[in-house]
């Protein structure tokens, strides 16, 4: 694809209720990450994928925060019973770091805003 | 561990006044840096980047940082903005295969 592919846009929940974000990187990627970015805050690491290396997860807030992704392609960050301060954009990015080019710089998704009501 | 501090939050500037914004990281081996931009209502790209060799990197419309290592700093400059720099600004680090750690980010406004 031509670029970072997230789904859905936009996600309105109610507090409690499981949510799942979808990743599609660029196809040949080999690393992926998760960041979250709240109102006026920066960018808050969350989880990183380098091929088939285990996650990096130091980032990820709670046990209610997982991510899984399949060989190097799709990944998919879930969220369960949500919470009010998981509202946030939630950006995947994906870079062609491996061995030989691990210094790639990370290419964005248009990021996933979620909404707990 | 690696981390980066950006030291202006929020930077106002009128049209064709010169731009510096601050980065500092904390790792102690090789690293690579970035500056990233988010334009309002567009996904965060790449502005430049700092790997190896000349340490004064030039990016896309007329930016440029310095990579300082003895003060581990990475500032981004630009001699004269304009409205249309108007974004959010991102450095970011990588220290070898580690991931990569984002600054807080300095929201830049430009007065026309």
């Known amino acids: 694809g031509a670029g970072v592919s997230q789904s859905p846009s936009n996600k309105v929940t109610e507090k409690g209720k499981d949510v799942e974000l979808r990743c599609d990187p660029i196809?040949?990627?080999?690393?992926l990450y998760w960041y979250r970015q709240r109102l006026g805050q920066g960018l808050e690491f969350l989880i990183y994928?380098?091929?088939?290396?285990?996650?990096?997860k130091s980032g990820l807030p709670s046990d209610r925060f997982s991510a899984e992704r399949t060989g190097e392609s799709v990944s998919t960050l879930t969220i369960q019973r949500t919470q009010q301060e998981d509202s946030a954009v939630y950006l995947c990015?994906?870079?062609?770091?491996?061995?030989?080019?691990?210094?790639?710089?990370?290419?964005f998704g248009n990021g996933t805003r979620l909404t707990v009501t | 561990a690696q981390s980066v501090s950006q030291h202006n939050h929020h930077v106002i500037l009128s049209e064709a006044a010169s731009l510096e914004l601050g980065c500092n990281y904390s790792?102690?081996?090789?690293?690579?840096l970035f500056w990233y931009v988010q334009y309002p209502g567009q996904h965060l790209q790449l502005l430049l980047k700092?790997?190896?060799?000349?340490?004064l990197v030039k990016g896309i419309k007329g930016f440029e940082a310095e990579f300082i290592k003895s003060k581990f700093s990475f500032n981004l400059r630009k001699p004269s903005v304009q409205w249309s720099d108007t974004a959010e600004y991102f450095c970011?680090?990588?220290?070898?295969?580690?991931?990569?750690?984002f600054g807080i980010g300095t929201k830049l406004q430009v007065i026309p």
């Open positions: 990015a994906s870079s062609s770091a491996d061995r030989s080019s691990y210094n790639s710089p990370l290419h």
């Open positions: 196809s040949g990627h080999t690393a």
């Open positions: 994928f380098q091929g088939n290396s285990a996650p990096d």
């Open positions: 790792y102690g081996g090789t690293v690579n």
């Open positions: 700092y790997f190896s060799g000349d340490p």
């Open positions: 970011a680090v990588k220290g070898g295969y580690q991931k990569v750690t």
